[in-house]
T-cell receptor
């Protein structure tokens, strides 16, 4: 079974600043998908960004970007120019056999 | 696109009753649907995977007779919590995955269940 580790339970960032969330995973597979999902107070899970393991280029979606280090099994998320609406719980997830395994989550609070 | 709905969003029931939760993919056909459970400030725990027209596959430790899953069509899956008890109170989330190999799971808004 895949394990996903998020070692930062909580992070706080000033509006307009940058914050980086860490995620590591353990797998013996060579091809897989990694995701970051956001869960705001409404509890709706929202896909933030997706990375395919066979692609070396780091995925980017507007203010969100990842640093994917396959050999180190690391998949961190950088939120640039943080906005108040970014306040949420962020989950790192690994997909295997179409099933997602989630990390414990990191609560991000953006301060005005 | 890729919208998933859940109904109801909130349900309160008495202990011993059964509750049905619906999950619908509104604008795509979902080959596979997933049901998760989430406790406050915790992560999502996969309960079961359902494929249209076949029996659901339950994760270890999930009672299949307690949590009945039916995936009757490519747009609808239902989770029935049978003989609910207070310990079944939780937030239940479904997700749906399209038919392509590289599809992504899209999540419903969740259903909050409170068993009194």
């Amino acid at each position: 079974a895949q394990t996903v580790t998020q070692s930062q339970p909580e992070m706080s960032v000033q509006e307009a600043e940058t914050v980086t969330l860490s995620c590591t995973y353990d797998t013996s597979e060579s091809n897989y998908y990694l995701f970051w999902y956001k869960q705001p107070p409404s509890r709706q899970m929202i896909l933030v960004i997706r990375q395919e393991a066979y692609k070396q280029q780091n995925a980017t979606e507007n203010r969100f970007s990842v640093n994917f280090q396959k050999a180190a099994k690391s998949f961190s998320l950088k939120i640039s120019d943080s906005q108040l609406g970014d306040t949420a719980m962020y989950f790192c997830a690994f997909e295997s056999d179409y099933k997602l395994s989630f990390g414990a989550g990191t609560t991000v609070t953006v301060r005005a | 696109g890729a919208v998933v709905s859940q109904h109801p969003s909130w349900v309160i029931c008495k202990s011993g009753t059964s509750v049905k939760i619906e999950c619908r993919s509104l604008d795509f056909q979902a080959t596979t649907m997933f049901w998760y459970r989430q406790f406050p400030k915790q992560s999502l725990m996969l309960m079961a995977t359902s494929n249209e027209g076949s029996k659901a596959t339950y994760e270890q430790g999930v009672e299949k007779d307690k949590f009945l899953i039916n995936h009757a069509s490519l747009t609808l899956s239902t989770l029935t919590v049978t003989s609910a008890h207070p310990e079944d109170s939780s937030f239940y989330i479904c997700s749906a995955r399209g038919q392509g190999t590289f599809e992504t799971q899209y999540f419903g808004p969740g259903t909050r269940l409170l068993v009194l």
